[in-house]
C-alpha cells in the first residue's frame, strides 16, 4: 500500500480568473466571496475537519516533514472535497454548491444598471434633462 500523498491545502478564490486571491483559511475565502462576489453562505456551515485518511496527510504548511513532494490542493470552502486544479474546484463547486453561488439574474448586469441610474448625466449637452426619458422618440 503507498503511503498517503502529503497535500497543502489552499483557499483560493475561483471565481474569477483575474481574481485568485489565496487564504489561509475556507473561512476567509467565504468572507471574501461573500464581499468581493456577493456569494451567499448560511452563518454557520459546519464544515467538517479535514483527517488525514489512506489517501492523503493534510499539511499545515506547503512544506512536507521528510522532503517528500508535496501537492498543493484547493479546497472547497464549504466541504472537504479538493482538487488539484482550480478550474476542477470551480466546476465541482458549481455543480454541487449551486445554492450558495450569487443570484444568478444579478449578474445580467443589474448591478450596472442600478448604478446607472444614478449617474445619468449623459445629456448634458440637452437643455433639459427631464427630456431625455421622454425624448427619445423625438
Ligand atoms: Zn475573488
Ligand atoms: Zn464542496
Known sequence: MPPPTPVFIAHCC??????????????NLRRHLI????????????????RNNASYLYLAEPSAPL?????????CPVCTDHFS??????????TNHNEHLPGQQSEQGQSRSSTGISSVSVDDNDSNSASYALGRRR
Open 14 to 27: 475561483f471565481k474569477s480568473s483575474n481574481c485568485k486571491r489565496r487564504y489561509n483559511s475556507s473561512q
Open 35 to 50: 464581499l468581493a462576489h456577493q456569494f451567499e453562505f448560511p452563518e454557520r456551515i459546519d464544515k467538517p475537519r479535514m
Open 67 to 75: 522532503d517528500q513532494a508535496v501537492s498543493i490542493h484547493f479546497g
Open 85 to 94: 486544479e482550480l478550474t476542477s474546484l470551480e466546476a465541482h463547486y458549481t
